[in-house]
């Protein structure tokens, strides 16, 4: 049930987005604002104050994954006592299984959502909605996006891909707004919709940022409160959670909180950090009746037993998406599954088989904006570049670039041929001028491409020493 | 970054890994950069048998291929004391890369891999980091106005935010512009370039609005393969800019007696 992936069509997909003016324009000034906003917030106080928050909020991932098997023990145990009940998932069709049935079994017909990329992955939504479901996201990019029949194209800012011309229409055509090009007004009139099913709803569905161990507590982050709506006020809260959302301790988690919003949108601390302890408590007068955690793998173990076991740190803050080059230029869509951009090319093979996303590890020209702005110091270039040589033990590179490879390796382990590659290439230049053969042809699409020098350096150096002795 | 300790490079002979892109397209700048090595009173030699550091293969995916060309710059630099390259791209493969491209059941080819990787230095990080200058006593024979580009291997690879900027500081004659994102890559990215020239431009061509926003008519990067896109949209979009490697930047402050 776990979306199917159209990454193999990414080029054809990044060709729309290329082409798409107003999308240029929302993803270039969105990511670029939040890339700009993190600098400010993360090293508001120094560079070394930065980078020492990084490496602790890294150390705080890294210890938690080292020791996950007993932490998910600890963690579940702990949960319990809080009065949560945990079901544990191995893939998208249990994971969905396990929300019909607890819908069900409470009579369920109106749920309200928080913000859960895991919820894409698992295509959630869609299971309920067949299932007769009435399914509001109420984070209000997530909402739009909803509205839209779209899916979200950034981590953060599902929305990011939109101009608000664009969101106005949306709001127009499906809600009959009056229309009106106030951002103001927009908000105020999706907050008076998303009131009414607040108040309605049967369940409440949310992810979790962090899980943690020590408390048994889901934690919880978010600016516009619709999460903690969705967690408090319907009578049954049911939260989706990735196995490798846990963390060791309090501190972990006050850590944690402190580089997620500073790197996804600059802000020192989102409007808010929750800590979720289950069900409302009979002194409360409060709180859903009822709460569940589900625990999801769909492929997390998996992952976990790879040298790609480390991407699991990632505690989705979008930073390496507002940082990346490839990604300004086109947003999410274009990696064809639920994550886009740097991340995304490291994850949807993992999740989805290299086979299904063949082009995503080439999606990138290394330039390492991504490692340097992650929160928790995932080495994503690495990762690119291991993916890269699974392509090619795999079968899956292209049979031209597999000749041209190992002619390439010839003719540089010998001077003499190195040298004769240089003159073939300088006749060949003087004969084709700007046509370059094969893959090559590409560079002069866009590009004019320089003159090979009549004489190589090699031969210069010669001659030098020669004048001199 | 946890590069090993390196050994000062101060008074030891420096072999000059030239790249293969500028031993074919750009000897103008190989012969620069001798001429400021010499300029500092370094001994300067050309192993002969050097070709490629293997990055092409390396960035592909083609491990075994890398390998290969690696071991061959092995052989072709195994009498080097220094090695200085022209090229943050270059110096970071062997710098970062080919620590990862052999373990240590490969031996003999492990230790050659670490010791290349401990005695290669970017052209200038070697001046201002390895030899401590930044100082170069030059002055151009007239004013310009340059901007910097960061390439991507230099400034993320290797740290080397500050060293061009601290070399043309200190020219006579050199001044400065800002170049807005002069931090983000200009969509070269090696294979990529052909292997999605698409996204490969729409990168360039933010670059280029940059460079055509700058003061500087000039723009310096330290990466011959950088130049080759950026020059390559420049030249395509008939702009009057180009961008220039440090090393002939430099040179000019020599002064006449150069071809």
Same mark, same amino acid.
């Given at each position: ?9 990414f080029?054809?997909?990044a060709?729309?987005a290329l ?5 240029q324009?929302?993803i270039g000034?969105?990511t670029r604002?939040a890339y700009y906003?993190r600098l400010?917030?993360m090293?508001?106080? /120094?560079?070394?104050? !930065?980078?020492? =928050?990084r490496?602790?909020? $890294? +150390? ?5 994954? @080292?020791? &996950? ?83 979200? /194209?950034h981590?953060? !800012?599902?929305? =990011?891909?939109?101009?608000? $011309? +664009? ?5 127009? @055509?499906? &809600? ?87 790197s ?47 991407v699991?740190?990632c505690?989705?803050c979008g930073a390496c998406q507002n940082a990346c080059p490839v990604y300004r230029t086109m947003g999410g869509?274009a990696y064809?599954?639920?994550y886009g951009g740097p991340i995304g090319a490291v994850l ?11 082009p995503l590890p080439h999606a990138s020209s290394l330039c390492g904006s991504c490692k340097q702005v992650c929160p928790?110091d995932i080495d994503l270039p690495r990762m690119l570049l291991d993916l890269r040589w ?53 560079w002069?699409?866009h590009r ?22 | 970054m ?17 790249t293969?892109i ?31 550091c293997?990055q092409p293969?390396f960035n592909a995916g ?25 090229s943050g791209s270059c110096a970071a493969m062997v710098r970062h890369e080919?620590?990862h ?21 970017e052209?200038s990080e ?21 901007a910097i580009h960061d390439a991507c291997h230099g400034l993320r690879g290797l740290g080397l935010g500050g060293a061009a ?14 170049l807005n994102e002069c931090e983000v890559c200009c969509g070269f990215g090696g294979l990529f370039s052909v292997k999605m020239p698409d996204i490969s431009n729409a990168m360039l061509e933010s670059k280029i609005d940059n460079i ?7 723009i310096v990067t330290g990466d011959v393969s950088c130049l080759t896109q950026m020059n390559g949209g ?9 961008v220039?490697h440090l ?13």
């Amino acid at each position: 049930m776990t979306l199917e992936a159209q990454s193999n069509n990414f080029i054809a997909l990044a060709d729309i987005a290329l082409r798409n003016q107003d999308l240029q324009h929302a993803i270039g000034d969105g990511t670029r604002t939040a890339y700009y906003r993190r600098l400010d917030t993360m090293f508001a106080h /120094s560079d070394e104050h !930065g980078e020492s =928050m990084r490496q602790q909020a $890294a +150390e705080a991932k890294r210890r938690a994954l @080292r020791d &996950l098997p007993d932490l998910l023990e600890q963690t579940e145990r702990n949960l319990k006592k809080n009065g949560y009940q945990v079901e544990w998932a191995e893939d998208a069709a249990q994971a969905n299984q396990l929300v019909l049935d607890i819908a069900r079994r409470h009579q369920v017909r109106t749920v309200t959502k928080s913000k859960s990329m895991l919820t894409e992955e698992l295509g959630t939504n869609q299971v309920m909605e067949a299932a007769g479901l009435h399914v509001v996201e109420t984070d209000l990019g997530e909402y739009i996006i909803q509205l839209a029949g779209e899916t979200p /194209s950034h981590i953060v !800012g599902p929305v =990011m891909h939109k101009t608000k $011309a +664009e969101i106005r229409d949306v709001f127009v @055509r499906e &809600l009959n707004m009056e229309p009106t090009d106030n951002a103001e007004e927009m908000v105020a009139f999706a907050r008076r919709m998303l009131r009414e099913d607040f108040l309605s709803a049967d369940m409440g569905i949310s992810g979790g940022n962090f899980l943690i161990a020590e408390t048994g507590s889901i934690g919880l982050v978010m600016n516009e409160g619709n999460g903690r709506m969705c967690a408090s006020l319907p009578r049954l809260h049911v939260a989706l959670i990735g196995i490798e959302k846990v963390v060791d301790t309090v501190e972990d988690y006050a850590t944690l909180t402190q580089v997620l919003p500073s790197s996804s949108t600059g802000q020192k601390m989102t409007v808010y950090t929750n800590i979720l302890n289950g069900p409302g408590r009979e002194e409360e007068g409060d709180g859903p009746e009822h709460a569940y955690v589900i625990l999801v793998d769909n492929g997390r173990t998996d992952i976990y037993a790879t040298k790609y076991a480390e991407v699991l740190s990632c505690i989705r803050c979008g930073a390496c998406q507002n940082a990346c080059p490839v990604y300004r230029t086109m947003g999410g869509h274009a990696y064809g599954w639920v994550y886009g951009g740097p991340i995304g090319a490291v994850l949807t093979p993992l999740f989805v088989g290299l086979e299904n996303a063949t082009p995503l590890p080439h999606a990138s020209s290394l330039c390492g904006s991504c490692k340097q702005v992650c929160p928790v110091d995932i080495d994503l270039p690495r990762m690119l570049l291991d993916l890269r040589w699974d392509l090619v033990r795999e079968g899956e590179s292209q049979a031209s670039w597999d000749a041209a490879m190992k002619l390439w390796a010839v003719g540089m382990t010998s001077p003499r041929r190195f040298a004769l590659g240089g003159k073939a290439a300088r006749a060949g230049q003087a004969i084709m001028g700007d046509y370059m053969p094969g893959p090559l042809g590409n560079w002069s699409k866009h590009r004019d491409f320089p003159d090979f020098a009549p004489k190589p350096f090699r031969q210069r150096w010669k001659e030098r020493r020669r004048e001199r002795a | 970054m946890a590069l090993p300790a390196r050994e000062s490079p101060i008074g030891k002979r420096v072999s000059l890994f030239v790249t293969c892109i500028v031993d074919m397209i750009y000897p103008d700048t190989g012969m620069s950069v001798v001429d400021i090595l010499q300029h500092v009173g370094a001994e300067v030699d050309f192993p002969p048998d050097q070709t490629c550091c293997a990055q092409p293969a390396f960035n592909a995916g083609y491990r075994d291929e890398a390998r290969t060309v690696a071991k061959h710059f092995f052989k072709a630099f195994k009498d080097a004391e220094v090695i200085v390259t022209p090229s943050g791209s270059c110096a970071a493969m062997v710098r970062h890369e080919y620590p990862h491209l052999f373990t240590p059941a490969d031996g003999k080819a492990y230790e050659q891999a670490q010791r290349m990787a401990s005695i290669t230095w970017e052209f200038s990080e070697f001046l201002v980091d390895g030899l401590g200058i930044v100082n170069l006593d030059l002055t151009l024979p007239e004013k310009q106005c340059f901007a910097i580009h960061d390439a991507c291997h230099g400034l993320r690879g290797l740290g080397l935010g500050g060293a061009a900027r601290d070399l043309i500081g200190h020219l006579g004659n050199a001044e400065f512009e800002e170049l807005n994102e002069c931090e983000v890559c200009c969509g070269f990215g090696g294979l990529f370039s052909v292997k999605m020239p698409d996204i490969s431009n729409a990168m360039l061509e933010s670059k280029i609005d940059n460079i055509n926003a700058s003061g500087a008519d000039t723009i310096v990067t330290g990466d011959v393969s950088c130049l080759t896109q950026m020059n390559g949209g420049l030249s395509r979009h008939r702009s009057g800019k180009r961008v220039m490697h440090l090393a002939d930047v430099l040179a000019k402050g020599l002064g006449g007696g150069r071809a």
